[in-house]
């Protein structure tokens, strides 16, 4: 089971910090995503990593905003947030891949974490 936290409340314009911890062995030689879901939408894509950390990729919604990084091959990964909107509002999910890279879709990941509320008041 994954570890999603830094979720809060923060005025729009603000910034967050999320984090993603796994047990040992999860992230193996796993890529991990981050995902998003607001009451009534279907779960979508935000950014993913690679393995070690060299490849990214986001969503456009959130691209030039959000960056995720980890700090070492196979280690906890973070989505700093900035220049948050209101449309961003979500519960925020982390998961690890089937493989190595980054899938964009829910089905290409195994591992779910419980998820961390973001909210973003404007």
């Known amino acids: 089971q994954l570890q999603a936290s830094g979720g809060g409340l923060v005025q729009a314009g603000g910034s967050l910090r999320l984090s993603c911890a796994a047990p040992r062995g999860i992230f193996s030689s796993n890529g991990v995503g981050w995902f998003r879901q607001s009451p009534g939408k279907e779960r979508e894509f935000v950014a993913a990593?690679?393995?070690?950390?060299?490849?990214?990729d986001y969503a456009d919604p959130v691209k030039g905003r959000f960056t995720i990084s980890r700090d070492r091959p196979k280690g906890p990964v973070y989505l700093q947030m900035d220049s948050l909107r209101p449309e961003d509002t979500a519960v925020y999910y982390c998961a690890a891949a089937r493989s190595s890279g980054m899938p964009t879709t829910t089905r290409g990941y195994r591992y779910w974490g419980q998820g961390t509320l973001v909210t973003v008041s404007s």
């Open positions: 990593i690679d393995w070690n950390g060299g490849n990214t």
